[in-house]
């Protein structure tokens, strides 16, 4: 029997939902769907469910630079996405990081979910969220931020963005891509009834993916939005409010 290929590995900072809505469990199986490998280190700890956030412990930095350092000593990571990082100090240990990896891997294609703060407004670590994200947009090849992180993050550097309009309304859904400050696609679909839990983390993290598996940012752009579409087309519920996206389906374009 011939050795399988090898599985290209997306290295993934995000927070631990014990739900299984976001975080790190909806970025393992958004990628794994993709037919990449998550390889997931946990930059907080928080007491959640599928609607609300009660709390959130951030990882140390010690800890989040170990966790990721023994998989980069070991495994060649063709991506990496990028959740909330629990504070600031997190947020900086990441991108000095991110910036060594460059070092050795120039193209290396860095996903950044933008998140400030959950759906309903809770927050999502310790400190200000704007400050620690100022870190991390700043060597991020994309970000994907919805229309209020947009507002909120406006004049931060960033090469690129996708600008989703989820929570906008109207019968379509108009997702945006900027590439230097430049309007370069826009993306619509028929906007779907109800509200879902780690839509953003399933979209950023398939973006990676389809990255990390070698397609170009457009090709890769618009098979991430069809399949996070679909996945939010197919969710279902574990209780009542956010529904959640049944993630581990066929990736479609």
């Known amino acids: ?21 976001a975080g790190l469990a909806a970025d393992v199986l958004a990628i794994a769907a993709q037919g990449a490998h998550a390889l997931p280190v946990a930059t907080a700890l928080t007491v959640q469910d599928n609607n609300r956030v009660h709390a959130v412990a951030p990882v140390d930095t010690a800890c989040v630079l170990g966790q990721a350092q023994a998989l980069l000593d070991t495994c060649d990571v063709r991506a990496v996405k990028i959740g909330i990082p629990g504070n600031r ?58 229309e209020p992180e947009a507002r909120a993050i406006a004049g931060l550097p960033v090469a690129q963005l996708l600008v989703t309009g989820g929570h906008g309304d109207g019968r379509f859904v108009t997702n945006c891509w900027y590439a230097g400050g430049r309007l370069v696609h826009r993306w619509r679909r028929p906007r779907l009834a109800g509200a879902f839990h780690g839509s953003g983390c399933t979209l950023a993290a ?3 993916a389809r990255l990390a598996l070698g397609e170009g940012m457009f090709e890769a752009l618009s098979a991430a939005q069809a399949y996070c579409h679909a996945t939010l087309a197919q969710s279902f519920a574990i209780a009542p409010g956010q529904r959640i996206p049944r993630r581990f389906i066929h990736p479609s374009t």
């Open 1 to 21: 029997m011939t050795a399988p290929a090898r599985v290209p590995a997306v290295l993934v900072f995000a927070g631990l939902d014990p739900s299984g809505g």
């Open 206 to 208: 398939a973006l990676a």
């Open 89 to 146: 100090a997190n947020a900086l240990a990441i991108a000095g990081l991110l910036g060594r990896l460059r070092e050795r891997q120039p193209g290396v294609p860095v996903v950044l979910d933008p998140v400030l703060a959950s759906g309903h407004g809770d927050p999502l670590g310790e400190g200000d969220p704007l400050e620690a994200m100022a870190a991390l947009l700043a060597v991020a090849t994309i970000a994907l931020p919805n």
